[in-house]
């Protein structure tokens, strides 16, 4: 069964989306000198945002996937947050990059890198393609941060609905919703 389909009004399209990944790109290059980064992918959203992202980091990088979930199928952030799967290699020691499509509340990400801190790596560093301030319910931010948005809920370029729209090519808002 397909689902019914959403009323959508573009963003961000490809081409500004690909021009702020590289420039984001070009920032965390100059930021690690060289040295060597894992750079963390957060499943499932982030996973197209991290493909460009570290094609665009000129370092010796390796990745890694952590997969999370916080949302079910709503829209709306349930602050529950678990790891559905860890990371394959340890972080002591390392400079660890965690890659993320977006910060709603923040919870995600503050639960991550509270989870990922106690592991004592070199260092970590955190960067997310989009940021809603407004909604924000917890003390964190971004260090790298694509485009910020209002509260409306966006879609494409990985983000999904109901696991729907990950594979349009630009973000869009959507307007309405039934
Ligand atoms: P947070 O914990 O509230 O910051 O939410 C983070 C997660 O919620 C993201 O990784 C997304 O998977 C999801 N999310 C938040 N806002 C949106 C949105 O506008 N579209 C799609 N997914 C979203």
Same mark, same amino acid.
């Given at each position: 069964?397909?689902?019914?389909?959403?009323?959508?009004?573009?963003?961000?399209?490809?081409?500004?989306?690909?021009?702020?990944?590289?420039?984001?790109?070009?920032?965390?290059?100059?930021?690690?000198?060289?040295?060597?980064?894992?750079?963390?992918?957060?499943?499932?959203?982030?996973?197209?945002?991290?493909?460009?992202?570290?094609?665009?980091?000129?370092?010796?990088?390796?990745?890694?996937?952590?997969?999370?979930?916080?949302?079910?199928?709503?829209?709306?952030?349930?602050?529950?947050?678990?790891?559905?799967?860890?990371?394959?290699?340890?972080?002591?020691?390392?400079?660890?990059?965690?890659? $993320?499509?977006? =910060?709603?509340? !923040? +919870?995600?990400?503050?639960?991550?890198?509270?989870? /990922?801190?106690?592991?004592?790596?070199?260092?970590?560093?955190?960067?997310?393609?989009?940021?809603?301030?407004?909604?924000?319910?917890?003390?964190?931010?971004?260090?790298?941060?694509?485009?910020?948005?209002?509260? $409306?809920?966006? =879609?494409?370029? !990985? +983000?999904?609905?109901?696991?729907?729209?990950?594979? /349009?090519?630009?973000?869009?808002?959507?307007?309405?919703?039934?």
């Amino acid at each position: 069964m397909s689902m019914a389909p959403l009323q959508l009004e573009k963003l961000l399209d490809e081409k500004k989306i690909a021009a702020r990944v590289k420039e984001m790109g070009a920032e965390i290059t100059k930021l690690c000198k060289k040295e060597d980064l894992i750079a963390v992918c957060i499943l499932k959203g982030s996973f197209m945002f991290y493909s460009d992202l570290i094609r665009s980091i000129d370092a010796d990088v390796r990745t890694d996937f952590l997969g999370c979930s916080s949302y079910g199928n709503a829209t709306k952030s349930s602050g529950e947050v678990k790891l559905t799967l860890d990371l394959t290699h340890g972080i002591q020691g390392k400079n660890v990059l965690l890659v $993320e499509d977006i =910060v709603d509340t !923040g +919870l995600t990400m503050d639960f991550i890198t509270k989870t /990922l801190q106690a592991r004592n790596p070199k260092r970590l560093i955190t960067a997310s393609l989009l940021f809603k301030p407004k909604a924000l319910k917890v003390d964190f931010k971004p260090d790298y941060v694509g485009f910020e948005v209002g509260n $409306e809920f966006v =879609v494409g370029y !990985g +983000l999904d609905y109901q696991g729907y729209y990950r594979n /349009l090519p630009y973000i869009a808002q959507v307007t309405s919703m039934q």
